[in-house]
């Protein structure tokens, strides 16, 4: 991890960039990425900014933080697209999904 600078804010004892990881980590589970639908947050602007926003885990500087970063950043990639985000609430996509990230990560072993 990239070492804390003294004067950086702390949000519950972690940095902004941990809390990041942890959360773009998290999208790569298909249930979480349905579970974030159905509560809507897939739908607001501010959300999907913020998911642009994390686009900056697919540089290599950032990559390497990843532990499994072929379905991270695929999940990543899928959330910029309106389809998709509407498309994640069917079982059959999370079936589909689940199985793809079990594949991948089985892979990146």
Same mark, same amino acid.
């Given at each position: 991890m990239p070492l804390a600078?003294?004067?950086e804010d702390q949000y519950g004892g972690f940095t902004r960039f941990e809390l990041e990881l942890e959360f773009v980590q998290?999208? %790569?589970n298909p249930y979480y990425l349905n579970h974030l639908a159905?509560?809507?947050l897939l739908q607001d602007s501010s959300f999907i900014e913020y998911l642009k926003y994390l686009q900056y885990f697919n540089k290599?500087?950032?990559i390497r933080y990843l532990s499994y970063p072929a379905p991270t950043l695929k999940a990543l990639e899928l959330l910029q697209q309106?389809?998709?985000r509407q498309d994640i609430l069917s079982p059959d996509v999370? %079936?589909?999904l689940a199985e793809e990230t079990v594949l991948a990560s089985i892979k990146t072993r």
């Open positions: 600078r003294p004067d998290a999208l %790569a159905s509560q809507k290599p500087e950032y309106e389809r998709f999370i %079936a589909r």
